[in-house]
């Protein structure tokens, strides 16, 4: 089976042991020799014991916990690529879930584009929830907009991507700078076209999300978002010396989404919350701005 290619899969992970677990259960039913991949999960700074969760999966594929001191989504993905022995790095986070073909689809896709940044589709599982849907409108209209070309694409979440290691390492790997889980995602995209590289959707590499919010959660989330942003913004400008600024069809095109979404009567709340989303992102912008200015 060495032809196959070997993935190693990284999952960065806080406090989360239950979603955690359904995420490790999903990896066991991935559709892949089982000897041509490896789970790698970081505990960023947790004080959960994770080690008696990964012995309870006793078969292979083995499941290899590491530690560190909680530093970031950002930092954790590259110790745990540190750790890795694949020739292909995929990652995803504790509150997702893999289709069976997900493995398949992205070794499909690096056939292919052997060098490519690879990203999948993602689905919202907690179809119920007003403010995940909401959330899940945002990153389709995201896709919508930065991917129009699949094998010309530009952004890819963190939750559904997949690399080539060698290459993941010759732009530095995801930016340990990056404070907080916002953007981290963004700004590894954009180094990777900054080379020159292939990015590349694959929509039939599926990963089902299953992130709970409330009103509070999802404001603070893109309060985050926002936060995030101005620190790729500042990196983006030093690279090439353009702020990147989105022109307003792009903004009216996230607001208004959710119309296009089989959503039902859910739809015109889903829009607010997007606007919401929106007065909450800029506001964690100028925030961030001002923090770092003062430190």
Known sequence: ?????????????????????ACLVAFMKLDYPKDR??????????????????????????????????A???????????????NYIAFTDDDCAPDPNWLKALAAAF????????????????????????????????YAYYNSDPEHAAFFTSNNLAVPADRFWSIGGFDE????AAAEDRDLCDRWRDQALPVVYAPKAV??????????????????????????????TARSHETPVEPFSFYRG????????????????VV???????IANVAGFFWEKLVVRRR
């Open 254 to 269: 996230l607001i208004t989404h959710p119309l296009s979404e089989p959503l039902g009567w859910r739809a015109l709340p």
């Open 207 to 236: 990963v089902q999300h299953a992130h709970r919010l409330t009103l509070t959660g999802f404001l603070a989330q893109h309060f985050r978002y926002g936060r995030g942003a101005w620190h790729f913004q500042q990196r983006r």
């Open 111 to 142: 056939q292919q584009w052997p060098s490519a940044l690879v990203g999948g589709r993602t689905l919202n599982e907690l179809t119920q929830n007003t403010y995940s849907a909401a959330s899940h409108s945002l990153i389709l209209a995201l």
């Open 177 to 180: 700078t990056f404070p907080m």
């Open 272 to 278: 607010g919350l997007i606007f919401l989303s929106q």
């Open 37 to 70: 991949y490896e789970i790698i999960v970081v505990n960023d700074g947790g004080h959960e014991p994770l080690a008696r969760l990964a012995d309870s999966f006793v078969s292979p594929p083995y499941i290899t916990i590491l530690n560190q001191a909680n």
């Open 72 to 86: 970031g989504p950002a930092t954790a993905r590259n110790e745990g690529v540190r750790s890795a022995r694949g």
């Open 1 to 21: 089976m060495t032809n196959v290619p070997f993935f190693s899969i990284i999952v960065p992970t806080f406090q989360r042991p239950d979603q955690l677990e």
